[in-house]
């Protein structure tokens, strides 16, 4: 059975605490559609001084956050619809084909030409209109992605830093030739709110039902405790910028790779591991298993198991890590 949850909120920090709560705190099987008012929304591995463009984001008063999941950064506002899937799974991997189907199959029955591309993407005639991102929680897995119905692209180019090589690895000049809105290919006159019940009613379609699912006060409460000490957070949404002498980076099918290092005397300090990759599970007992080792490949070839690694990162083995850090 899968419950819908109705989500007035426009506040970015709140509608990712609701996330939060419900994935961590609830045993259901939920299905969210929702918007923020005006914001930037970083992935989890990210750094977010380098993906936001400060003085943009000062001048409009963009709200910053960070996800639990991993991916690039995105920009939200009102002509941006959002959806998010949360489900009891057992799968290591991220079925982003599964839960973008119905958006895409919904955009088709209305005669728009979408279709799925690269890692994560629904793209339509080539140009992205969503981005899809997932995270695992103890048997449970949250999926969402952005749906683009008529953003103010000029905002959303330039209230993001976009690094260069993600723009040439993609083989176009700028990130505004390869987004576009759904909006110009979609019935004449149709509007967000039509648009956003037909892809509910899709979704019902495809689950054989959805249950109106209201949260109790003392639930309301929980996830705007959640929202405001962690969501709303400095803390978590910059988090310490790393001290670092060492810096490689790499950009792979699955994303890029940012290693950074503080090495003294030949033994690494500390390490920080940044990126728009999809990990399994938090990355600080690898960033942690960095501390105190040599800054020497054979012996840290020699101490690093290959299975461990790739219980972050299933795409990265151990050769391919150690590739990067001395490149």
Same mark, same amino acid.
């Given at each position: 059975?899968?419950?819908?949850?109705?989500?007035?909120?426009?506040?970015?920090?709140?509608?990712?605490?609701?996330?939060?709560?419900?994935?961590?705190?609830?045993?259901?099987?939920?299905?969210?559609?929702?918007?923020?008012?005006?914001?930037?929304?970083?992935?989890?591995?990210?750094?977010?001084?380098?993906?936001?463009? @400060?003085?943009?984001?000062?001048? @409009?008063?963009?709200?910053?956050?960070?996800?639990?999941?991993?991916?690039?950064?995105?920009?939200?506002?009102?002509?941006?619809?959002? *959806?998010?899937?949360?489900?009891?799974?057992?799968?290591?991997?991220?079925?982003?084909? #599964?839960?973008? #189907?119905?958006?895409?199959?919904?955009?088709?029955?209305?005669?728009?030409?979408?279709?799925?591309?690269? @890692?994560?993407?629904?793209?339509?005639?080539?140009?992205?209109?969503?981005?899809?991102?997932?995270?695992?929680?103890?048997?449970?897995?949250?999926?969402?992605?952005?749906?683009?119905?008529?953003?103010?692209?000029?905002?959303?180019?330039?209230?993001?830093?976009?690094?260069?090589?993600?723009?040439?690895?993609?083989?176009?000049?700028?990130?505004?030739?390869?987004?576009?809105?759904?909006?110009?290919?979609?019935?004449?006159?149709?509007?967000?709110?039509?648009?956003?019940?037909?892809?509910?009613?899709?979704?019902?379609?495809?689950?054989?039902?959805?249950?109106?699912? @209201?949260?109790?006060?003392?639930?309301?409460?929980?996830?705007?405790?959640?929202?405001?000490?962690?969501?709303?957070?400095?803390?978590?949404?910059?988090?310490?910028?790393?001290?670092?002498?060492?810096?490689?980076?790499?950009?792979?099918?699955?994303?890029?790779?940012?290693?950074?290092?503080?090495?003294?005397?030949?033994?690494?300090?500390?390490?920080?591991? *940044?990126?728009?990759?999809?990990?399994?599970?938090?990355?600080?007992?690898?960033?942690?298993?960095?501390?105190?080792?040599? *800054?020497? #490949?054979?012996?840290?070839?020699?101490?690093?198991?290959?299975?461990?690694?790739?219980?972050?990162?299933?795409?990265?083995?151990?050769?391919?890590?150690?590739?990067?850090?001395?490149?």
């Amino acid at each position: 059975m899968l419950y819908y949850v109705e989500n007035p909120s426009l506040d970015a920090a709140y509608n990712l605490a609701l996330e939060e709560y419900l994935l961590t705190g609830k045993e259901q099987e939920f299905f969210l559609l929702w918007q923020d008012r005006c914001a930037i929304v970083v992935g989890r591995n990210q750094n977010t001084e380098e993906q936001i463009n @400060r003085q943009f984001v000062q001048q @409009r008063g963009v709200q910053v956050v960070r996800r639990l999941t991993g991916g690039g950064a995105v920009y939200h506002d009102l002509g941006n619809l959002n *959806f998010t899937f949360i489900v009891n799974s057992v799968e290591a991997e991220f079925a982003f084909a #599964r839960f973008a #189907r119905p958006l895409v199959q919904y955009l088709q029955s209305l005669g728009v030409p979408a279709g799925l591309a690269g @890692r994560n993407d629904v793209v339509i005639q080539g140009k992205k209109i969503s981005g899809n991102a997932a995270c695992h929680h103890r048997g449970r897995l949250l999926h969402h992605g952005t749906i683009m119905f008529d953003v103010e692209l000029d905002d959303l180019v330039q209230s993001l830093q976009v690094d260069p090589e993600k723009i040439s690895s993609k083989g176009v000049d700028s990130v505004r030739s390869r987004v576009t809105n759904i909006k110009p290919y979609l019935p004449p006159g149709m509007t967000l709110e039509q648009f956003r019940e037909g892809l509910r009613a899709r979704v019902e379609e495809e689950y054989g039902g959805l249950v109106l699912y @209201r949260l109790e006060a003392a639930e309301l409460a929980a996830v705007e405790k959640l929202a405001r000490e962690k969501y709303a957070s400095p803390a978590w949404v910059y988090g310490q910028s790393p001290v670092y002498n060492v810096r490689q980076s790499h950009r792979f099918p699955w994303g890029q790779l940012d290693l950074r290092l503080q090495v003294e005397e030949g033994v690494i300090k500390q390490c920080r591991i *940044f990126g728009d990759f999809f990990a399994r599970q938090d990355l600080a007992p690898l960033e942690e298993w960095f501390a105190g080792r040599p *800054f020497d #490949r054979p012996a840290l070839e020699a101490a690093l198991d290959e299975t461990w690694v790739c219980s972050f990162l299933p795409e990265l083995g151990r050769e391919e890590l150690l590739d990067v850090l001395f490149a």
